[in-house]
Structure formats: structure tokens, C-alpha cells
């Protein structure tokens, strides 16, 4: 049985980071929201207008981004993608490390080109970039650079 490099060993962390962060952000009550009432009153007859309308007290609390907004079919196949994203790489870092390096380093690449696309969103970005594009990008150096030992 052949042992598991570092870089194989990181890739499997960025995996997994992808898929429960993905799961946590599609699921999780992480997104805050605000909402206040506002009653509109009507002055009498031939009076002068009052205030148009009272506002009433704003509560605030979180919620899941499935609660928030309809997810099917935009924001879901996105946040799939940014989720399994480090998966295709680790996948394509098995494959390296097997020997079928030309198809390996390709799955590498197009994974971390995926995940980097999360740019593209104002929402997801700050939670994906810090936690999963920048340690699969350390991952993607680490299995790739050439073994200095051996």
C-alpha cells in the first residue's frame, strides 16, 4: 500500500472543507436579515396630511440562504460546483500520484479554475475564497510540486 503524500493528504482537506462549507452555506442560518413593518395611516377629510406612514420596530436574526430566497435552480448549481470543485481536484491529485499525471494535473487545473469562478459572487466569495480557494491553491502546490524525496 503506497502512502499518501502531503499534498494528497491537503487536497483531501480542501475536499472535504468544500463540501461541508458548501452544505453550511446553502443550509445553515448564516445570512442575516432585517425586516420592519410600516403602516400606512390616512388622514381625515379635509384635514391637514400627517406623517404618511409609521414605521414600525426592525428585527433582525438570521436564516438559511434556502429560507431567503428560492435556491433551485441559481444559487444551488452554483454552490454545487464551488463545493465539489476541490473534489475534482483531489481526484486529479489520486491520479498524478498513480502515474496518469497528463489527466491528473488537467483534473487539478480545471478544479481550482472552478472554484475560482466564486469570485463572480458578491455573496459567496467572502465565504469560499478565504476557506476553500486559497487552501486548495496551497493544496495545488503542494501536489504538484516536484518530490524532493526519493
Do not use: D, K, N
Amino acid at each position: 500500500m503506497r502512502r499518501r503524500t502531503l499534498g494528497e493528504r491537503a487536497m483531501f482537506v480542501c475536499a472535504t472543507l468544500g463540501i461541508v462549507l458548501g452544505a453550511a452555506f446553502l443550509f445553515a442560518p448564516i445570512h442575516g436579515i432585517c425586516t420592519s413593518s410600516v403602516s400606512l395611516t390616512a388622514p381625515p377629510l379635509g384635514s391637514t396630511p400627517g406623517p404618511p406612514a409609521t414605521f414600525g420596530p426592525q428585527l433582525c436574526g438570521t436564516e438559511a440562504l434556502w429560507q431567503r430566497q428560492p435556491i433551485f435552480p441559481m444559487p444551488f448549481f452554483a454552490v454545487v460546483v464551488w463545493s465539489l470543485a476541490p473534489l475534482v481536484s483531489y481526484y486529479g491529485v489520486r491520479l498524478h500520484a498513480s502515474g496518469v499525471s497528463t489527466a491528473g494535473t488537467l483534473l487539478v487545473v480545471i478544479g481550482l479554475v472552478l472554484e475560482a469562478t466564486v469570485l463572480i459572487s458578491f455573496g459567496a466569495a467572502p465565504f469560499f475564497l478565504p476557506f476553500v480557494f486559497v487552501p486548495l491553491l496551497i493544496a495545488t502546490v503542494l501536489a504538484l510540486a516536484p518530490s524532493r524525496m526519493g
